[in-house]
């Protein structure tokens, strides 16, 4: 059972208004996204040896716009349902969620940090394994304040069940070291090659 910690949750502002809600979080997976993969940093994932069914890099960018849309959708729904509600646990369960909710969304953000500019791969699967556990939770949680609020979580949980795989696949593929894996420049023809690429 989680606790409502004021100072760990975003002001009632953020909930009360949709735009606010869903805007907050897309504004910042986009502006964390773009920080935290420039060219070189790219260029290293490339590199990386990745697990089975990893989907092509540019269908990130639209699934995670959609996915943080409906998290903040969702966070509006729980918290006015559960503060307009004549019952007192699902006032409870409303506040809660949004603690749960803010701490999610920092764990959230620094993931890509983690994986991709840091290149730390073990503390990066520990902390989407982490938000995969407080999601699960989140989401009962808020199902129980309001139905819709709950199932416009479902999308995130799944994908952040496939993004767990993801990340502990290619940290175990790569030895759990992402350092150096970037070859150095091809003195013929200029191109970089990666690890896995075979000389010709």
Known sequence: MT?????????????????????????????????????????????????????????????WTLLYGLMGYSAYRAWNAGLTSLDAKKVLLAKQGATLYTIQLGLNLIWMPLFFKLERPIEATADIVALLGINGYLTYIWGQVDEVAGWCLAPYLGWLGFATYLCAGCGYLNDWNFKNKERAMDAKNGETKFVDEKDQ
């Open 3 to 63: 606790t409502y910690i004021p100072s760990l949750t975003f002001p009632a502002v953020v909930f009360e208004h949709p735009a606010a809600s869903i805007l907050l979080p897309i504004a910042a997976g986009t502006a964390v996204g773009f920080s935290s993969r420039p060219k070189q940093v790219q260029n290293t994932y490339l590199a990386l040896r990745q697990p089975p069914l990893r989907p092509p890099p540019w269908i990130f960018g639209p699934v």
